[in-house]
């Protein structure tokens, strides 16, 4: 019913930045956050920053101060800006969002429910 498409990784020397994208698509009657997740192998998958409808944010510690968060309502499009990169910022990096939906043939939303984009590797190395 919603697909999530992420954008933007790459290979990055330390210090560097990246900026990644996640477009929403699909029967959406509303999103009310959109997350960013990270995963590397082994690991369990982490909340990286988080943004609300309101523009209310969350970050993990680990990047308070170098991530911001940011998006676009109208377009169903959250941001997530990564600058001074280091090595353990290594990861898949997964948007989510949470979303109501109107399915095709009915009056009524549903939801919400969480939907997961397919990930987009970002790798920090010299």
């Known amino acids: 019913q919603v697909q999530l498409v992420e954008s933007g990784g790459g290979l990055v020397q330390p210090g560097g930045s990246l900026r990644l994208s996640c477009a929403a698509s699909g029967r959406i009657f509303s999103i009310s956050a959109m997350n960013w997740y990270r995963q590397t192998p082994g690991k369990q998958r982490e909340l990286v920053a988080a943004?609300?409808?309101?523009?209310?944010?969350n970050y993990a510690d680990s990047v308070k101060g170098r991530f911001t968060i940011s998006s676009d309502n109208a377009k169903n499009t959250a941001y997530l800006q990564m600058n001074s990169l280091k090595a353990e910022d290594t990861a898949v990096y997964y948007c989510?969002?949470?979303?109501?939906?109107?399915?095709?043939?009915?009056?009524?939303?549903?939801?919400?429910?969480?939907?997961w984009g397919q990930g987009t590797q970002v790798t920090v190395s010299s």
């Open positions: 989510n969002a949470a979303a109501m939906i109107l399915p095709s043939g009915s009056y009524f939303y549903q939801g919400p429910y969480d939907y």
């Open positions: 943004i609300t409808s309101g523009g209310m944010t």
